[in-house]
């Protein structure tokens, strides 16, 4: 089978089987959850038994979604399930060790993605880089395969997509988008309600975060770098969720003169998690990130790697500032 399956292959492989276990990546953020929840309401309604695993499970910032409860963090031994179905995940491994453990019996495994570092990893692959969210991916394959879309695969997708283009910001957003979420919205989308949990609802503890984060910017190569820190002490002192440092990192990028932003997060177990951002086609973020094992997209990517926090500070912002010169 080629590289990337047709919709029609995906929609041939789903209508053949009647037990699925969906996955995305660890750390989920509005498009791995939305691209969860509006594909399996969709094959719920044509009749198939779905497992929703997440290795990290349901962010708090994501409780608002229809049925979000239905995603669990993965069970002891594995489902017993027909086809694994792995959604935003750029590589296998980011979909967790005990995630990947609860698909140990799938025969088929399905890819969909819009990384374009995605190597693709299942028996069947569409990944399409010039998708803006996995949620569009998975808008298109309901549509023309003639597929249900229920009301909560409607919001689910709008939230998977919105998310992933900064409310409809970014450059990835295309013409399709936007007729995407024209036609959801003809299809009973509130708008304004879902906006409002998405963007206009958060905790105290994140406003800290935000205090704390300030408190360590810098600005390198004449302004064109910005970058912040996240000590792991400051997680435990402000009992900090993994969702609240989301896309903080968009602040900085969004500096005058900023080319490159980049946030270095400190984990329990001593590693940083990378965040790149870039402002325009001056600076590829994937191609930094891949240069230490990460990856992702032009304008976004992410690492992980060894500690302590300056020696990964001081690694990366070499790599980002010979790409700026």
Same mark, same amino acid.
């Given at each position: 089978?080629?590289?990337?399956?047709?919709?029609?292959?995906?929609?041939? !492989?789903?209508?053949?089987?009647?037990?699925?276990?969906?996955?995305?990546?660890? /750390?989920?953020?509005?498009? &791995?959850?939305?691209?969860?929840?509006?594909?399996?309401? !969709?094959?719920?309604?044509?009749?198939?038994?779905?497992?929703?695993?997440?290795?990290?499970?349901?962010?708090?910032?994501?409780?608002?979604?229809?049925?979000?409860?239905?995603? %669990?963090?993965? +069970?002891?031994? +594995?489902?017993?399930?027909?086809?694994?179905?792995?959604?935003?995940?750029?590589?296998?491994?980011?979909?967790?060790?005990? &995630?990947?453990?609860?698909?140990?019996?799938?025969?088929?495994?399905?890819?969909?993605?819009?990384?374009?570092?995605?190597? !693709?990893?299942?028996?069947?692959?569409?990944?399409?880089?010039?998708?803006? &969210?996995?949620?569009?991916?998975?808008?298109?394959?309901?549509?023309?395969?003639?597929?249900?879309?229920?009301?909560?695969?409607?919001?689910?997708?709008?939230?998977?997509?919105?998310?992933?283009?900064?409310?409809?910001?970014?450059?990835?957003?295309?013409?399709?988008?936007?007729?995407?979420?024209?036609?959801?919205?003809?299809?009973?989308?509130?708008?304004?309600?879902?906006?409002?949990?998405?963007?206009?609802?958060?905790?105290?503890?994140?406003?800290?975060?935000?205090?704390?984060?300030?408190?360590?910017?810098?600005?390198?190569?004449?302004?064109?770098? &910005?970058?912040?820190?996240?000590?792991?002490?400051?997680?435990?002192?402000?009992?900090?969720?993994?969702?609240?440092?989301?896309? %903080?990192?968009?602040?900085?990028?969004?500096?005058?003169?900023?080319?490159?932003?980049?946030?270095?997060?400190?984990?329990?177990?001593?590693?940083?998690?990378?965040?790149?951002?870039?402002?325009?086609?001056?600076?590829? !973020?994937?191609?930094?990130?891949?240069?230490?094992?990460?990856?992702?997209?032009?304008?976004?990517?992410?690492? /992980?790697?060894?500690?302590?926090?300056?020696?990964?500070?001081?690694?990366?912002?070499?790599?980002?500032?010979?790409?700026?010169?």
């Amino acid at each position: 089978m080629s590289k990337n399956s047709t919709y029609q292959e995906i929609a041939e !492989a789903i209508r053949a089987h009647d037990s699925f276990i969906l996955l995305s990546h660890i /750390r989920p953020d509005g498009d &791995a959850i939305g691209s969860q929840l509006a594909l399996g309401h !969709a094959l719920e309604e044509m009749g198939k038994t779905v497992h929703y695993i997440n290795e990290d499970g349901l962010p708090d910032n994501l409780t608002f979604m229809v049925n979000s409860q239905k995603i %669990q963090t993965p +069970p002891e031994n +594995p489902l017993d399930v027909q086809v694994c179905i792995a959604l935003d995940c750029a590589t296998k491994p980011r979909l967790g060790e005990n &995630a990947i453990n609860a698909a140990a019996n799938a025969t088929l495994w399905i890819n969909i993605d819009h990384h374009i570092s995605n190597p !693709a990893y299942g028996n069947l692959n569409h990944i399409d880089s010039t998708s803006p &969210a996995t949620g569009q991916i998975i808008y298109q394959l309901i549509k023309s395969e003639g597929m249900p879309l229920p009301a909560a695969t409607r919001d689910a997708i709008y939230v998977a997509v919105s998310t992933d283009t900064g409310s409809f910001q970014y450059s990835n957003t295309t013409s399709e988008t936007y007729e995407m979420a024209a036609e959801l919205v003809r299809l009973g989308l509130d708008v304004g309600s879902i906006n409002a949990q998405i963007y206009d609802s958060n905790p105290y503890r994140k406003i800290e975060l935000l205090r704390s984060l300030l408190n360590t910017l810098q600005l390198e190569e004449g302004g064109k770098v &910005a970058h912040w820190e996240l000590p792991y002490s400051v997680k435990l002192e402000y009992n900090l969720k993994p969702e609240d440092s989301e896309d %903080q990192i968009d602040l900085i990028r969004g500096i005058d003169g900023v080319l490159a932003a980049a946030f270095f997060e400190e984990l329990e177990d001593g590693k940083i998690r990378v965040s790149l951002r870039a402002k325009d086609d001056s600076f590829n !973020a994937c191609e930094t990130a891949q240069l230490f094992g990460g990856g992702g997209h032009k304008r976004a990517a992410g690492i /992980r790697m060894t500690g302590p926090i300056a020696d990964a500070r001081r690694k990366v912002l070499e790599v980002i500032s010979k790409a700026i010169s």
